[in-house]
């Protein structure tokens, strides 16, 4: 089914454009909103209709689950099961890029497109002002992927969600570029905590937090959480990595001090290349080469992330 064609709004981040998001939310519309990760296109997560939208508007499969947003750690624990791990993660890292997977209450009223009939949710307290401020005046759980075409490149500015939704969405809530440029970090709190995907928050702190380490969600263990499919975050350019020169088909995305097309960092910082990643990818796409070659990137702190998406945007589709 093809999304119904609409004029796609971009609002201001003022009183006005946070009361018509909030609308628009309310009668079961969806809103690209940003966060500190990338934007989320946003939807009532208790409304069967608009989550569907969500899933329509990107052509997502229905097997893959959605990350729900709120707007405070007690509408959190209105949804999931809490643990004292979950505290202990949401006291040190919360608001944040950080999502938290727990079993979900049997009274959470959510819709089941959002958790794909998995019993357990995806949950996030975002730090994005924006984000929260929208969230508050809505008063209620936005289910919000990244809010671009399904496995395509996620969006870090209002425009990059219009080159993608334009037409499939009712409006953008334009907040900027996003800060940290990589989707949350993913935490599943089962019987053993583990990695579910690695993101803006580095692996690091979070083992520190729980005084464990985590386990590791396998390339064959089944899908549990998003952004777990092995293609994803793709531009419409092939994608080669591990390159220190480009083709001649290709433009070259670098790291580190070397001539290239664009540059993660020139100065090497991780930080600073997750921040650029997913800009970088849509600015080179936009050029339309046959491929981007992609230069070696620390598989290290938030390198982990940036290879990561790289992988997915590498893999065969």
Not at 199 to 220: F, K, S, W
Not at 276 to 304: E, K, M, S, W, Y
């Given at each position: 089914?093809?999304?119904?064609?609409?004029?796609?709004?971009?609002?201001?981040?003022?009183?006005?454009?946070?009361a018509?998001?909030?609308?628009?939310?309310?009668?079961?519309?969806?809103?690209?909103?940003?966060?500190?990760?990338?934007?989320?296109?946003?939807?009532?997560?208790?409304n069967?209709?608009?989550?569907?939208r969500i899933?329509?508007?990107?052509?997502?499969?229905?097997?893959?689950?959605?990350?729900?947003?709120?707007?405070?750690?007690?509408?959190?624990?209105?949804?999931?099961?809490?643990?004292?791990?979950?505290?202990?993660?949401?006291?040190?890292?919360?608001?944040?890029?950080?999502?938290?997977?727990?079993?979900?209450r049997?009274d959470?009223g959510?819709?089941?497109?959002?958790?794909?009939n998995?019993?357990?949710?995806?949950?996030?307290?975002?730090?994005?002002?924006?984000?929260?401020?929208l969230?508050s005046?809505?008063?209620?759980?936005?289910a919000?992927?990244?809010a671009n075409?399904?496995?395509?490149?996620?969006p870090t500015?209002?425009?990059?969600?219009?080159?993608?939704?334009?037409?499939?969405?009712?409006?953008?809530?334009?907040?900027?570029?996003?800060?940290?440029?990589?989707?949350?970090?993913?935490?599943?709190?089962?019987?053993?905590?583990?990695?579910?995907?690695?993101?803006g928050?580095?692996?690091?702190?979070?083992?520190?937090?729980?005084?464990?380490?985590?386990?590791?969600?396998?390339?064959?263990?089944?899908?549990?959480?998003?952004?777990?499919?092995?293609?994803?975050?793709?531009?419409?350019?092939?994608?080669r990595l591990?390159?220190?020169?480009?083709a001649?088909?290709?433009l070259?995305?670098?790291?580190?001090?070397?001539?290239?097309?664009?540059?993660l960092?020139?100065?090497?910082?991780?930080?600073?290349?997750a921040?650029?990643?997913?800009?970088h990818?849509?600015?080179?796409d936009?050029?339309?080469?046959?491929?981007?070659?992609v230069a070696?990137v620390?598989?290290?702190?938030l390198?982990?992330?940036i290879?990561?998406?790289?992988?997915?945007a590498?893999?065969?589709?």
């Amino acid at each position: 089914m093809n999304p119904s064609v609409q004029k796609t709004l971009r609002l201001a981040d003022d009183a006005p454009g946070h009361a018509r998001a909030a609308a628009i939310l309310r009668d079961g519309g969806l809103v690209a909103l940003p966060t500190e990760t990338v934007y989320g296109l946003g939807g009532d997560a208790r409304n069967d209709m608009a989550v569907a939208r969500i899933f329509e508007a990107k052509g997502r499969p229905r097997f893959n689950p959605l990350i729900v947003h709120v707007d405070s750690v007690a509408r959190a624990q209105s949804f999931v099961e809490w643990s004292e791990a979950a505290d202990r993660l949401a006291q040190a890292f919360w608001p944040g890029p950080l999502t938290l997977v727990l079993p979900l209450r049997t009274d959470a009223g959510l819709s089941p497109l959002v958790t794909a009939n998995l019993p357990t949710l995806a949950i996030r307290l975002p730090a994005h002002p924006v984000a929260r401020r929208l969230l508050s005046e809505f008063g209620g759980p936005v289910a919000a992927p990244s809010a671009n075409p399904s496995g395509r490149i996620s969006p870090t500015t209002a425009d990059h969600v219009r080159a993608g939704l334009d037409g499939r969405i009712a409006a953008v809530l334009d907040g900027g570029a996003c800060d940290v440029g990589l989707e949350s970090t993913i935490i599943g709190l089962g019987d053993t905590p583990a990695l579910l995907r690695p993101g803006g928050l580095p692996l690091g702190p979070i083992e520190a937090a729980l005084g464990r380490t985590l386990a590791h969600h396998g390339a064959d263990d089944p899908l549990v959480a998003p952004g777990q499919m092995a293609s994803h975050y793709a531009p419409g350019a092939r994608v080669r990595l591990g390159a220190t020169t480009a083709a001649p088909d290709e433009l070259l995305l670098g790291f580190g001090p070397m001539a290239c097309d664009l540059n993660l960092s020139a100065s090497g910082d991780l930080t600073e290349a997750a921040a650029n990643l997913f800009g970088h990818l849509h600015a080179l796409d936009a050029r339309a080469p046959a491929g981007i070659a992609v230069a070696p990137v620390p598989d290290t702190g938030l390198g982990l992330a940036i290879n990561d998406r790289l992988r997915r945007a590498a893999a065969p589709r």
